[in-house]
């Protein structure tokens, strides 16, 4: 079976980070998000993955190639965004006239594929079925309605409920049949699967739903990006940390569970790492640091006595000696720090900035 991936947002919600690397190459556990998802497909037996590409399809063909985990890797290019259902008629060549899974790729999770794929083949006349994950307080998703059949009745957008409520949401996973290609519109411009196409098939009596029970994170926005890396961080390292090749700790350092280190990696003299922790190759660590549930990429420096906590850090960034960096707080590629600076919760910053005094309130520097 062949499975459609949408891969071409601009994924704004992570700027500055998204601005230079695409949504569906940021690491988790030092492996880009849609590497995971590749696999996980090849184990249900998906033999060929389209990737619907636009914003950033260089970086993203560069990288993949024609092939991974034994899947054969196609691309759908975009002249301009389609949203999440224009991806759909514009790979249709690539596609062809048998049912297929799709979904946003910026979804990490363990989803059972056969059996999503299953559940849509067991319900004659079903045009798609939509993967459900049931969510507290499901805020920014639309929540899904469905009967005792598993037919969806309707969907919800931003209901108002009690805290701590639990409904399903569309989790941006789905398999389709290709009759779905008749109810996109022909129109060279952004259109959208949840809001003008799958009313009218629940509308019809034609779309299904599946409950997937397991992990599942859109890793849209960065403290959900974070969450990601923990969930995984939970999978591979409970007990031990991980730590690659070629790495030079310090014997007086400490990398706690939950941390995953990357190749090349330096740690200095007293140095703290984790947990919840990730650090990218050729990452360098100086004496004396803490950095704590922070995800910092490939070849960041950090000089000695600093402590970064809860953030996420670009690669290349460098940062000098005795520097604070609090929860939240987004570091673009390149980013240089000077010693003594502070940066406090919420503050993001473009790639390749010099920030040479500390930085006290959530601001944004561009
Ligand atoms: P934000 O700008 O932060 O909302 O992120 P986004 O642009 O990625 O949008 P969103 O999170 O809604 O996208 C969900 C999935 O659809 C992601 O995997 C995106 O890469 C993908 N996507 C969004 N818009 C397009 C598009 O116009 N074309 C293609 N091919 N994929 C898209």
């Given at each position: ?16 980070l ?6 569906l190459?940021?690491?988790v556990?030092n ?9 996980n ?18 970086t993203?063909?560069?990288?993949f190639?024609?092939?991974?985990h034994?899947?054969i890797?196609r ?14 008629l ?5 596609l ?17 594929y056969?059996?999503?794929?299953e559940?849509?083949?067991s ?5 798609g ?21 598993m037919?969806?009745?309707?969907f ?6 009690a ?20 109810y ?29 029970e397991g992990?599942?994170v859109?890793?849209?926005v960065?403290a ?39 190749d ?14 990730v ?6 660590v100086?004496?004396?640091?803490r ?7 490939d ?36 980013v240089e720090?000077?010693?003594n ?22 601001t944004?520097?561009?």
């Open positions: 079976m062949k499975c459609l991936i949408l891969a071409g947002g601009f994924g704004t919600r992570l700027r500055p998204s601005c230079t690397l695409p949504k190459l940021f690491p556990a492996r880009p998000i849609l590497d995971w998802t590749i696999e497909l090849a184990k249900h037996g998906i033999d060929e993955v389209i990737l619907a590409v636009n914003y950033m399809a260089e993203i063909m560069r990288y190639g024609t092939s991974r034994g899947v890797i691309y759908s290019r975009e002249k301009r965004p389609l949203g999440t259902a224009g991806p759909i514009n790979a249709r060549k690539l062809g006239d048998e049912p297929f899974l799709m979904m946003n790729g910026d979804i990490f999770s363990d989803i059972n056969s059996a999503l794929v559940a849509h083949r319900k004659e006349g079903a045009v079925t939509i993967c459900l994950y049931e969510i507290e307080n499901p805020g920014r998703y639309g929540v899904v309605d469905v009967d005792e059949d037919r969806v009745k309707r919800v957008e931003k209901p108002t409920l805290p701590g409520t639990k409904k399903p949401v569309n989790a941006g996973v789905y398999v389709l049949d290709p009759s779905i290609f008749d996109i519109p022909e129109e060279e411009r952004k259109i959208s699967l949840e809001v003008e196409v799958f009313p009218k098939l629940a509308e019809e009596r034609k779309l299904y739903a599946y409950r997937h992990m599942w859109d890793i849209g960065p959900d990006y974070l969450r990601a890396n923990r969930l995984l961080l939970e999978k591979l390292a409970a007990e031990k940390p991980v730590i690659g090749e070629n790495a030079k700790i310090h014997p007086e350092a400490k990398i706690s569970n939950l941390t995953v280190i990357g090349d990696v330096e740690i200095g003299k007293g140095s703290y790492i984790g947990p919840y922790t650090l990218g190759n050729g990452v360098s100086g004496e004396g640091c950095i704590e549930g922070s995800i910092l990429f070849d960041v420096s950090v000089d000695n006595y600093t402590s970064i906590k809860g953030a996420i850090i670009g690669k290349s960034a460098m940062i000098g000696k005795w520097v604070k960096i609090e929860e939240e707080a987004l570091l673009g590629d390149y720090v000077a010693d600076v502070t940066i406090v919760s919420g503050v993001t910053i473009c790639h390749s900035k010099s920030v040479e005094e500390s930085i006290l309130e959530p944004r520097i561009m």
